[in-house]
Nanobody
């Protein structure tokens, strides 16, 4: 089993930056990818960015050049980060961390609001 705990959301003005963190614990040796999804009311959850254990990254077209995903390993945890720059109002959503693109492993979600 893998547990995911997120932090770092909040309110930011357009053009601003935020960094989200997601720390995975438990059976981290089974994790080959960590990803960030976002969801707004009435819409499906969409993949924003992901990073594999080998360091390969993938981004939605809407965030390319503005968001950066990374991961960091410690003794018993792995933490994924999502650095979000040049934020736009349309980036407003609840952001969820995920492991292995699996519906079994989700973080609790963190609200990101981009508004003046």
């Amino acid at each position: 089993q893998v547990q995911l705990v997120e932090s770092g959301g909040g309110l930011v003005q357009p053009g601003g930056s935020l960094r989200l963190s997601c720390t995975a614990s438990g059976s981290i040796f089974t994790i080959y990818a960590m990803g960030w999804y976002r969801q707004t009311p009435g819409k499906q959850r969409e993949l924003v960015a992901s990073v594999t254990s080998g360091g390969s990254t993938n981004y939605a077209d809407s965030v390319k050049g503005r968001f950066t995903v990374s991961r960091e390993y410690a003794a018993n945890t792995v933490t994924a980060y999502l650095q979000m720059n040049s934020l736009k109002p349309e980036d407003t959503a609840v952001y969820y961390c995920n492991a292995n693109y699996s519906p079994q492993y989700w973080g609790q979600g963190t609200q990101v609001t981009v508004s003046s």
